[in-house]
Nanobody
């Protein structure tokens, strides 16, 4: 069974940085990979998604300029670098692998992805 395992979550003060990692057991070289997050009482929201080559993707307006997704297809790893963190970034962060091609209308939809990790908690204190 294909798996994604997120690590790197933790507690950080506002303005700080964290780097999340996602280790995949499936071949991600031709898949869109994304990060989502879910805060208590909120729906799961797309943070960003990056195509296989890593040079094309989408980001939520709330994280543009602060977050960056990178990937190492050979190592089956995906990363989320989070800078200038804010208290509103507090959430459980999930890694996801897409089932097919994504576009501006679909990348942020959870049903566009068919493999999910278990999530890692990120807490930002002000």
């Amino acid at each position: 069974q294909a798996q994604l395992v997120e690590t790197g979550g933790g507690s950080v003060q506002a303005g700080g940085s964290l780097r999340l990692s996602c280790a995949a057991s499936l071949d991600i070289s031709t898949r869109w990979m994304a990060w989502f997050r879910q805060a208590p009482g909120n729906e799961r929201e797309g943070v960003g998604a990056v195509y296989a080559g890593g040079d094309f993707g989408y980001y939520a307006d709330s994280v543009k300029g602060r977050f960056n997704i990178s990937r190492d297809n050979a190592q089956k790893m995906v990363y989320l670098q989070m800078n200038s963190l804010k208290s509103e970034d507090t959430a459980i962060y999930y890694c996801a692998a897409a089932a097919s091609w994504l576009n501006v209308l679909t990348w942020f939809r959870p049903d566009s992805y068919n493999v999910w990790g278990q999530g890692t908690q990120v807490t930002v204190s002000s």
